[in-house]
């Protein structure tokens, strides 16, 4: 990836909703080109998206847990994310290496509410839990330091 592509990447990282007038101001660009990158980042995509980001307690969602899973049966076929996407408490699902098979982070309104979850989560995908309730989160949402190449590629895995 070009330097100014990254510096455009970390930019809109930093602030989803930056101008492409700013955006132009901060990388010497002009406003035409800062566009034509931008929907190029798009299309190959390396810019998936832009989302709002929530304050959960403001929205009643206070309580932050990350929950391990791993099957009971360890024969039966891996399809805990299938099983568990109806679930929208659950604000993401991570593949992990080690006892257990994926992470999830979810965000519940109280215990009460994490224990009912909890309760889903065994049900519908037939797993066993083990969970960490969060106490405080110093950051979050940081953007990525893209001010050197990766080592590796995913296509080169």
């Not at 931008?38 to 190959?44: P, T």
């Amino acid at each position: 990836m070009e330097e100014i592509d990254r510096r455009i990447v970390t930019l809109l990282a930093e602030d989803g909703r930056m101008s492409f007038t700013d955006l132009a101001k901060e990388t010497g660009l002009s406003v035409s080109a800062v566009h034509q990158r931008v929907r190029r980042l798009e299309k190959r995509g390396v810019l998936r998206g832009y989302a709002a980001i929530i304050d959960h307690d403001a929205v009643g969602l206070p309580m932050t847990a990350f929950v391990s899973i791993k099957p009971i049966d360890p024969a039966a076929p891996d399809d805990a994310p299938d099983r568990l996407a109806h679930l929208s408490s659950i604000e993401a699902c991570h593949s992990v290496a080690g006892d257990e098979s994926y992470i999830l982070k979810v965000r519940v309104a109280s215990p009460v509410a994490l224990e009912e979850l909890l309760q889903q989560i065994r049900e519908s995908a037939n797993v066993s839990t083990r969970t960490t309730v969060v106490l405080s989160t110093p950051y979050e949402h940081r953007p990525p330091s893209l001010s050197e190449e990766p080592l590796s590629s995913p296509g080169d895995l």
